[in-house]
């Protein structure tokens, strides 16, 4: 049954492929509760610890991971237009990695197993279950890093009950560079390894209400951040993905969008959840640096 799952996948372009044991992750209640603590967690982590760690009795056996990899050279050189992050130029992951997905899940329902499809939306720690699947080995900047893909990629989980023989986590590290808490422009990334999500600049991108402060930190890059995954070395030789759309805005002709427009243009794009209100207003932030250094 594996491999016809790993086929099935391989048709969908998808080659990085693992199965995790759904067990009671007792090694990631301890991180997660340090984190909670601390009050690193954002408004954006969906469901509680016991979610996350499958400390309760659950339908669920097994998580077959899959990685999609996104087209890396996000950054535009010409400082009059406004970009978004590498993972959101391409058509929404949500939907795509999605319906990559629903194959393997049709083929495993007429053998009667239940299935979940999962991309981003979800209580799971998806980054903990692709560890577990052997599919990558955490960077000190939080992120999950894979031999053939680096950081950049998505993270795709059907669960099931079926029973497979399972992957091992790699044991393996980052290379502790520190280029990525070194250059992390709000400090998000901490010299003893923890990662307070509430300063990171990806999520302020995203954020209703911002200080002053915040705004401050919102540059041409404005929706998402990139540049703890541009300056990691483990991102330096990996084969790049060219097939996204890229997604870039001429500040000084940009034009306030109805609605209608907004969703006309960016409906299928990933940052499209967060709406009209916020895209512009970090283009707005954007515009205003530049007028003030005389560049627009
Ligand atoms: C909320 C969220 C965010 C928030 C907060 C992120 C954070 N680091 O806390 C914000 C908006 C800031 C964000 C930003 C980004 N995100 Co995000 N995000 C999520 C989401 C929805 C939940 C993650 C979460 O809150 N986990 C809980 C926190 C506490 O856990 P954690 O950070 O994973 O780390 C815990 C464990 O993994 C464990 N752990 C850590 N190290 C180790 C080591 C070992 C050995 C072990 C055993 C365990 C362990 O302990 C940690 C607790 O301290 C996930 C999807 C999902 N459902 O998982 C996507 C997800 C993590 N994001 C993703 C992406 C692509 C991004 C961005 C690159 C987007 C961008 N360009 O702006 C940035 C990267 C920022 C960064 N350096 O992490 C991808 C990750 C891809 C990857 N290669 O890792 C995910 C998986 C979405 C997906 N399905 O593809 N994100």
């Not at 799971?124 to 699947?133: M, N, S």
């Not at 400090?187 to 990806?202: E, P, R, Y």
Request: with cysteine; charged share 25%.
């Amino acid at each position: 049954m594996k491999e016809k799952i790993i086929e099935i996948l391989s048709n969908e372009e998808l080659y990085e492929i693992g199965f995790a044991k759904i067990e009671y992750f007792k090694d990631l209640e301890s991180k997660l509760k340090l984190q909670k603590n601390k009050k690193y967690d954002t408004s954006f982590q969906i469901g509680n610890i016991d979610d996350k760690t499958f400390k309760n009795e659950n339908i669920f056996k097994s998580a077959i991971v899959v990685l999609m990899p996104y087209y890396k050279n996000s950054r535009i050189i010409d400082k009059n237009f406004a970009y978004v992050a590498a993972c959101y130029h391409s058509i929404d992951y949500h939907i795509v990695l999605k319906s990559k997905l629903l194959n393997v899940c049709n083929f495993l329902k007429t053998f009667g197993y239940l299935t979940r499809v999962c991309v981003d939306d979800n209580e799971l720690d998806e980054r903990y279950l692709a560890f577990k699947a052997g599919l990558g080995f955490y960077g000190l900047n939080h992120l999950l890093i894979n031999d053939k893909y680096g950081s950049f990629f998505f993270i795709g989980i059907i669960l099931t009950d079926a029973i497979f023989e399972y992957d091992k986590p790699l044991q393996k590290t980052c290379m502790m560079c520190k280029q990525c808490i070194e250059n992390c422009p709000n400090n998000a990334i901490k010299a003893n390894g923890d990662f307070n999500g509430n300063q990171c600049v990806s999520y302020i991108t995203q954020s209703k209400n911002i200080s002053k402060a915040d705004e401050m930190l919102i540059d041409q890059c404005i929706f998402g951040c990139d540049i703890c995954s541009n300056v990691c070395p483990h991102n330096k030789h990996i084969v790049n993905y060219s097939r996204e759309q890229l997604v870039t805005i001429d500040v000084k002709n940009y034009f306030h969008l109805s609605n209608k427009e907004f969703n006309n243009l960016y409906g299928n794009r990933a940052f499209a959840w967060r709406g009209r209100n916020i895209f512009e207003r970090n283009i707005n932030i954007y515009k205003q640096k530049l007028e003030k250094k005389g560049k627009l």
